[in-house]
Each structure stands twice: as structure tokens, then as C-alpha cells.
């Protein structure tokens, strides 16, 4: 290890500042561009030790447990909380607007729609029962080391005013020392808390937790392994007016005003379409909204994300006809052929990307395409295709739904 002053120049994908050296790059966790810090170097990574000139952008960070000096360890979250609002949006704006430009493609990239504090419903935390006491926290970056939290300030309220119910229900589960999952989302009925990661339950403790958990104030329902346990409550989401009950563990987007945002972008885009495809719907977060507009066909790789969209669909007034398909769309994507059934199509994948899909969407003759990302990268591969193919891009729009991270999501329009 060697200790030496380096000035950064900017902060690199994943969020981390990047200084030059005669040997190449160096990344440093918590410094901003133009600082000049000092760090303890391991090749490529720098440790800041001190700063010798800070950036008028660094501000003070809202959470305790954050950087080199973080309470009771690092919080591997949030790891840019000390970058001031404007510097930080940009930051995330220019993210699309460089994995874009990667791919030759320059599209005008609307400002940032913002996170706040407050707003994450969906939590995932790391658990671990010791001898003494029950961990909820979250990893120290690049480390098996939970940071033990009461407070965090990018969770809802309703999730961090309930953390004593949610470590109830962990240490009602945890058989043995072993670290554990502990995910957690805000529903309308209550929170549904899903644990992941315990292999062995005797009867007598399963007993003993399910009569904790009914014993608990504003538990909806409590999984194991992705089956319930126990569900006093169904849990319910809203989607544009529409009640869902996911499954245990099911995908939704982080915080409902980025939801609502990407929802309505998505809806304008679509516009009068008659017939919509929404592919990689989940439980129907776009789905159930388009199906206000046109009829939808709704394909994802999930069973049970389809069986509660469909159960929702068929119980609400009001909606155009929606039809489900649980189809691998990866191995499977919906031909060139099949697509002439759909005037627009709306694809949200998982961080890989829909690259197959892309390339059967290039050669259709769909008008109005909407895709959806969390990983700029893939996106601007998906999005090359379709340009190349004649599809011109009519707004790209980026979404901020993880807060004080390098996570950004991304809704961008095109038609032909
Ligand atoms: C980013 S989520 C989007 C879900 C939904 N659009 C939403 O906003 O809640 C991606 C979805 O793709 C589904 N998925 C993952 N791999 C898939 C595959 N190979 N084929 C079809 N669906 C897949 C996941 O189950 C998940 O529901």
C-alpha cells in the first residue's frame, strides 16, 4: 500500500471518484471532482484519508452510518448523500447521456426527474441473529459486515417507524447465527416482509413465529423462502387506481412517485394506441394503467407476478381487455411476425437488457415503441438496434428512484 495526493477529475459509473495516475486510473469511494485527497492506494483503489481541498459541492451527509468515518462501520448505500442536489442530478443525467453517446447515439436527455428522502417503499436488509441481539442493517460496501441501523434516511416512514416489528419477525425466523435477507415493502394493507436465506424451520418454531407476527401491529403478511407464512392481511399496491396483491418477494419499483412518473411517461408515449404489448410487465405496473388506453397483452417470464395481474384485471371495472402470456423473453422473444399484432410495445427488463427482443422489435413495423431501464449501458445497445433499423428516438427521460446512488433508471420513446 502507498499513500499519495491525487486531485479527481470525475466520478466514474459507479459513483466512485477517479483520479489519473502515471499508471492508469485510480478510484476512490467518497471523493468528488476537483477534490484533492489523500489516499492509501491498493492498485487501481484509493482509500481516502484525508482531503486537502474539498469540492464547494461536498455538503454534510444526512445519514451517520455514511462514509470512511461512518458510525459502527460504512453503510454500502447511499455512498453519494455528500454530493449537493444539483452537482448529483447532473451527475446521474449524464450517465444516460454518455451510455448513449457510446452507442453514436445523441438524443436530447430531459433533466433528472428527482428522488427525495422518505420515499423508498421497497427495503432490502441484511440480517443476522447474535447471541445478544438481532442485527437489521445493511452490508458495509464489499464486505459480509452489517451496519446496524435505526433510522435511515432514504426508507418511508412507514418502514422505519416499524424497524422494532420487522427485527420481531427476524429474530422469530433466524435459526442460527447465519446471515439473512430480510426484504421489505410498504403496501396499502401493511408491510409485506419477505425472508430469504433460512433453510431449516422446525414446526415448533414456525408455530412461534406465526404467533408473533399475529401478535404485531402493521404486518400485512410474513414469507419464508418465497411461501407465505402467515398473511393477516392481504397486502395490497395500487397501480393508477388499480389494487394488486403481489406475490411474496415480487418485483416493484422502488418508490411509488418514480413509479407514478415512469407510468405516466409511459402512458403518453403509448398514446391511442389501440393494441399494446407490455412485455416484461411483472404484476402489471404499466399494464394495468395502458389498459385504460387500449387492450394489452402482458408477457413476463413469472407465473405468479401474471396470476395477481390477471386476478386484478378481471375484478376492476373500467379496463380494455388484457390477456397474459408467461413466456421466457429472453430465449423466446415475441417474432417480428407476432408483433404486427400491437400498433405500440413497451419493454422493461431486467439489467441485462432486452437484446433479442430489440432485434425482432427492429424488424417490425411497430409504431410507437416505449422501453423502460435501470442500466443505462444495455439500453443504449437495445436502443442502437432499433435507430439503426429506423426508428428514431423521440425523448429519453431519466428517473432517480435509488437516492444518493449511481442506480438511474430511464424511460425513452420511439417511433417509425
Ligand atoms: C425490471 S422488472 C419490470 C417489471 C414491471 N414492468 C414493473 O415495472 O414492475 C423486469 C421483469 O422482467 C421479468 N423477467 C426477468 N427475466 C425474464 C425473462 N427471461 N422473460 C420474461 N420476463 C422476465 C421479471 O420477472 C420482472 O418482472
Known amino acids: 500500500m502507498s499513500t499519495e495526493t491525487i486531485t479527481i477529475q470525475k ?20 471523493a468528488l471532482p476537483g477534490e484533492t485527497v489523500a489516499i492509501a492506494r491498493v492498485k487501481s483503489h484509493g482509500t481516502l484519508m484525508s482531503i486537502a481541498a474539498a469540492s464547494p459541492d461536498r455538503q454534510e451527509p444526512h445519514c451517520r452510518h455514511f462514509g470512511p468515518d461512518g458510525v459502527n462501520g460504512t453503510c454500502g448505500g447511499c455512498t453519494l448523500q455528500h454530493y449537493a442536489d444539483a452537482p448529483y442530478r447532473a451527475f446521474k443525467r449524464q450517465l444516460v447521456v454518455d451510455a448513449l453517446r457510446s452507442k453514436g447515439l445523441t438524443p436530447e436527455v430531459d433533466e433528472l426527474i428527482a428522488a427525495h428522502p422518505g420515499e423508498r417503499r421497497r427495503v432490502v436488509f441484511a440480517a443476522r441473529k447474535t447471541e445478544k441481539d438481532m442485527l437489521i442493517g445493511f452490508n458495509q460496501a464489499e464486505s459480509h459486515h452489517i451496519v446496524a441501523i435505526h433510522e435511515c434516511p432514504i426508507a418511508s416512514a412507514g418502514i422505519i417507524s416499524r424497524l422494532p416489528a420487522i427485527r420481531a419477525v427476524g429474530a422469530a425466523l433466524a435459526v442460527n447465527a ?50 407465505i407464512l402467515v398473511e393477516p392481511m392481504k397486502p395490497m399496491i395500487d397501480f393508477g387506481g388499480v389494487q394488486v396483491s403481489p406475490p411474496p418477494g415480487a418485483f416493484t419499483q422502488a418508490t411509488k412517485p418514480a413509479e407514478d412518473a415512469m407510468a405516466d411517461l409511459v402512458a403518453a408515449h403509448v398514446g391511442k394506441a389501440k393494441r399494446i404489448a407490455d412485455l416484461f410487465s411483472g404484476s402489471g405496473t404499466f399494464t394495468l394503467r395502458l389498459a385504460r388506453i387500449g387492450r394489452v397483452h402482458a408477457v413476463e417470464g413469472e407465473d405468479k407476478p401474471l396470476a395477481a395481474l390477471d386476478h386484478a384485471a378481471r375484478n376492476t371495472q373500467g379496463l380494455k381487455p388484457v390477456t397474459t402470456e408467461r413466456r421466457d423473453l429472453f430465449r423466446r422473444p415475441l417474432m417480428a411476425q407476432e408483433l404486427k399484432a400491437y400498433d405500440a410495445v413497451v419493454f422493461d427488463p431486467p439489467r441485462a437488457g432486452a437484446e433479442f427482443q430489440s432485434k425482432e422489435l427492429a424488424r417490425s413495423a411497430v409504431k410507437k ?22 426508428y428514431r428516438i423521440t425523448r429519453v427521460t431519466p428517473i432517480d428512484q435509488f437516492l444518493w446512488t449511481s442506480h438511474v433508471e430511464v424511460v425513452a420513446a420511439l417511433e417509425k
Not at 408473533?212 to 410474513?222: D, E, Q, S
Request: hydrophobic fraction near 45%; aromatic fraction near 4%; glycine fraction near 8%.
Open 369 to 390: 415503441i416505449v422501453a423502460v431501464s435501470c442500466n443505462p449501458s444495455t439500453l443504449a445497445r437495445d436502443l442502437a438496434l432499433l435507430v439503426e433499423s429506423g
Open 11 to 30: 466520478l466514474g459509473a459507479q459513483g466512485d471518484g477517479i483520479a489519473q495516475s502515471a499508471d492508469g486510473p485510480v478510484y476512490v469511494p467518497f
Open 178 to 227: 447465519e446471515a439473512f435477507r430480510i426484504s421489505v415493502l410498504e403496501t396499502l394493507s401493511g408491510l409485506d416482509i419477505a425472508v430469504d436465506e433460512i433453510k431449516k424451520l422446525s414446526d415448533k418454531q414456525r408455530r412461534s413465529a406465526i404467533e408473533t407476527v399475529l401478535a404485531l401491529r402493521g404486518i400485512a403478511r410474513v414469507s419464508l423462502n418465497g411461501e
